[in-house]
């Protein structure tokens, strides 16, 4: 398997770029529309071809790159069923396997951030979205989001793979790249060890987090599988413009 992390600093989003050596095609996890550039490049690079996007939910925090990348390479839009985001061209579901060339995606549903949100298995990888971060998760206090809800996603759902899966996130503010299922169960510290779940509802009551300042054009963008809004002002521009330096994993 041809697997390549990517990292999208104005959101601090990860990408996962995954290739099929037998077949060549290849399957973008949360791939960001600032970016596409990047990634195609990356793509054609490994001499890819580019067969679907995938999100793990309608992200708040920045514009996905599916529909311009279906524009640009006819790649597939591919969305969990549970986002009910009507455009994606396949809608994934708990229980049905994804498959690309010879690889086997099993998509889990992962409530609680947003109530569709799903994660993706592949062997011994889980791409865990904004439902596990590293020593982290994703908010809950916007698109349906539910403490209680992610508590069970996390210990009943992830934390039952293997303990050697390794956990890739949609995110990481710290430079972190990696973790693991038996790393996020000892030292999370919201969701691992005894945690209760009275104990991470309070957590996640006790926040404060500001309102997310990108959300109202994202969500609504992201619900069209990633369209710019028109009416952008200055000050968030950056989220739709191409990104011409970006760093690279
Ligand atoms: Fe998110």
Not at 118 to 124: D, K, M, R, S, W
């Given at each position: 398997m041809i697997f390549r992390q990517l990292f999208e600093p104005l959101s601090s989003t990860y990408t996962y770029l995954?290739?099929?050596?037998?077949?060549?095609?290849?399957?973008?996890?949360?791939?960001?529309?600032?970016?596409?550039?990047?990634?195609?490049?990356?793509?054609?690079?490994?001499?890819?071809?580019?067969?679907?996007?995938?999100?793990?939910?309608?992200h708040a925090d920045h514009i996905t790159a599916a529909l311009e990348l279906k524009n640009r390479v006819g790649s597939a839009i591919a969305a969990p069923?549970?986002?009910?985001?009507?455009?994606?061209?396949?809608q994934l579901e708990e229980g049905r396997p994804f498959e690309?060339?010879?690889m086997v995606f099993q998509p889990l549903h992962t409530p609680g951030h947003t109530a569709g949100?799903?994660?993706?298995?592949?062997?011994?990888?889980?791409?865990?979205?904004?439902?596990?971060?590293?020593e982290g998760c994703g908010r809950t206090d916007?698109?349906?989001?539910?403490?209680?809800?992610?508590y069970h996603s996390v210990r009943g759902k992830l934390f039952a793979l293997p303990d050697e899966t390794l956990v890739y996130p949609a995110h990481d503010y710290q430079k972190r790249w990696v973790?693991?299922?038996?790393?996020?169960?000892?030292?999370?510290?919201?969701?691992?060890?005894?945690?209760s779940i009275e104990e991470f509802r309070e957590i996640m009551a006790g926040?404060?987090?500001?309102?997310?300042?990108?959300?109202?054009?994202?969500?609504?963008?992201?619900?069209?599988?990633?369209?710019?809004?028109?009416?952008?002002?200055?000050?968030?521009?950056?989220?739709?413009?191409?990104?011409t330096e970006s760093p690279q994993g």
């Open positions: 995954i290739g099929c050596p037998e077949t060549g095609q290849a399957v973008l996890i949360d791939p960001v529309v600032v970016t596409l550039e990047r990634d195609l490049a990356e793509v054609q690079r490994l001499g890819l071809k580019l067969a679907y996007s995938v999100d793990t939910h309608v069923a549970a986002e009910r985001v009507a455009c994606a061209d396949v690309v060339g010879t949100h799903f994660a993706y298995v592949l062997g011994e990888r889980v791409f865990t979205g904004d439902a596990l971060l590293i916007f698109q349906q989001g539910d403490a209680d809800a992610l973790s693991s299922v038996i790393q996020e169960k000892q030292r999370n510290p919201r969701l691992g060890g005894e945690r926040l404060n987090l500001p309102y997310p300042k990108f959300i109202d054009y994202a969500v609504p963008g992201n619900q069209q599988c990633g369209v710019c809004p028109a009416d952008l002002p200055e000050n968030l521009s950056n989220y739709c413009r191409q990104m």
